[in-house]
């Protein structure tokens, strides 16, 4: 159980083009999932938190215009790239947190979506 | 402020040798503290994770990681390295203060590399 899903797993696209990346919990609710961006030799960091309904929580230095988070229902949250630059280039992932009354919220991580902007 | 420092970027043992991977942690808070392993191009796996539980927290594939307050550590060990273990390996601490959302601040990361 507890699996999250990411889809597409890789993505070549243009500058200036935008790239939608989905991610979703296949198999229970999320109250909350979380965005990330991993670059090539380093650790994740995050980008946003994102709550089913309301607005995303961006982390300092993280353009809210140029990444656009959608978290519709308890089950998919969206990241939108919009006119994506070659520095946007990167693996992102995402987290979903498991909705357990009373029990530490675990993470659960999609296995990641690597962008290339050309 | 809560952060992670893994102390080594990269390790190298050989099979069936112990592994230790070195993490010490910063935080104003009770923290929760986890392991992740991360293997070319797949997700995070938890390995184990620390919640004020018991200081000894045994994980899965043979891993284990012992929470020190007094040294602000939470080394990850296994007694005999299987090439399987070959990964990326990621400290985590989690924190939540005022009912905020719990966030992960991870670690540099410390890549093990398993000889034959």
């Known amino acids: 159980g507890a699996v999250v899903s990411q889809h597409p797993s890789w993505v070549i696209c243009k500058s200036g083009t935008s790239v939608k990346i989905e991610c979703r919990s296949l198999?229970?609710?999320?109250?909350?999932m979380f965005w990330y961006r991993q670059f090539p030799k380093q650790s994740l960091m995050l980008m946003a938190t994102s709550n089913e309904g309301s607005k995303a929580t961006y982390e300092q230095g993280v353009e809210k215009d140029k990444f656009l988070i959608n978290h519709a229902s308890l089950t998919l949250s969206t990241l939108t790239v919009t006119s994506a630059h070659p520095e946007d280039s990167s693996f992102y992932i995402c987290?979903?947190?498991?909705?357990?009354?009373?029990?530490?919220?675990?993470?659960?991580f999609g296995p990641g979506t690597r962008l290339t902007v050309l | 402020a809560q952060s992670v420092t893994q102390l080594d970027s990269h390790v190298s043992v050989s099979e069936g040798t112990p592994v230790l991977l070195r993490c010490n942690y910063s935080?104003?808070?009770?923290?929760?503290l986890f392991w992740y392993v991360q293997h070319p191009n797949k997700g995070l796996q938890l390995l184990l994770k620390y919640t004020s539980a018991a200081t000894l927290v045994k994980g899965i594939n043979g891993f284990e990681a012992e929470f020190k307050k007094s040294e602000t550590s939470f080394h990850l060990t296994k007694p005999s390295a299987h090439m399987s273990d070959a990964a990326e390996y990621f400290c985590?601490?989690?924190?939540?203060?005022?009912?905020?959302?719990?966030?992960?601040?991870f670690g540099t990361g410390t890549l093990l590399a398993v000889q034959p």
């Open positions: 987290s979903a947190k498991l909705l357990v009354a009373g029990v530490y919220n675990e993470q659960f």
């Open positions: 935080s104003s808070y009770s923290p929760s």
């Open positions: 985590v601490v989690s924190y939540s203060r005022g009912g905020a959302t719990n966030k992960l601040i």
């Open positions: 198999d229970f609710q999320a109250t909350t």
